[in-house]
């Protein structure tokens, strides 16, 4: 389906203020700026949003969304045979850094503009924490897991891999996602040499 010149000119305007926001910031951005480099004027901006700030909330609103479903995924693990939970689990990781590094400008935005990156990393924590809880009243987590130092690790360990990897382009989305699932499901010790 064709855009419209409307719907063109809004993403021209969405793209080119993610883009700055990404680089500069989001203060140090202006609407001059963003409207000169999508090729716009001031009054096409006013059209589709009331401030900078709405551009911004806007730009965070979809992104935000998916993360908060692929963060809900340790609810639907109950519906799953224990032999798919490890795939189902790795599958999740790997969709959660593709995400992120399909989004990069989005990400680090979302990460690290402060107001928003603590919101967001707090609804994503409270999320996890609350499924694995479930998960670990219904017996598929253990029981003597902090299911919120868990979630904390989870988003913490995420996040600088991210920056660390996926945003350097070292590391592939599905490299990451395998890596981070195995830990966090495996472990890291050979439970062969340990007597486990």
């Known amino acids: 389906?064709?855009?419209?010149?409307?719907?063109?000119?809004?993403?021209?305007?969405?793209?080119?203020?993610e883009e700055l926001f990404a680089k500069k910031g989001f203060q140090s951005t202006k609407i001059s700026e963003i409207v000169a480099n999508a090729g716009l004027t001031q009054a096409a901006f006013y059209l589709y949003?009331?401030?900078?700030?709405?551009?911004?909330?806007?730009?965070?609103?979809?992104?935000?969304?998916?993360?908060?479903?692929?963060?809900?995924?340790?609810?639907?693990?109950?519906?799953?045979?224990p032999t798919d939970v490890k795939s189902y689990v790795t599958d999740m990781f790997v969709k959660l850094f593709t995400l992120l590094g399909k989004n990069p400008n989005l990400t680090r935005i979302a990460l690290q503009h402060a107001t928003e990156s603590d919101r967001i990393r707090k609804k994503i924590v409270e999320q996890i924490a609350n499924n694995m809880s479930n998960n670990q009243r219904l017996g598929i987590v253990k029981k003597e897991i902090d299911t919120w130092m868990a979630a904390e690790s989870i988003v913490a360990i995420t996040e600088r891999l991210i920056h660390r990897?996926?945003?350097?382009?070292?590391?592939?989305?599905?490299?990451?996602?395998?890596?981070?699932?195995?830990?966090?499901?495996?472990?890291?010790?050979?439970?062969?040499?340990?007597?486990?």
């Open 1 to 17: 389906m064709a855009r419209t010149k409307g719907e063109e000119s809004k993403r021209k305007l969405l793209q080119t203020a």
């Open 49 to 81: 949003f009331k401030s900078k700030e709405d551009i911004f909330q806007q730009l965070l609103q979809d992104f935000d969304q998916q993360l908060m479903e692929l963060s809900d995924v340790g609810k639907k693990v109950v519906e799953l045979s």
């Open 165 to 196: 990897y996926l945003l350097t382009g070292e590391k592939t989305e599905k490299e990451l996602g395998e890596q981070v699932a195995q830990m966090f499901l495996d472990g890291i010790l050979n439970h062969s040499k340990s007597g486990d």
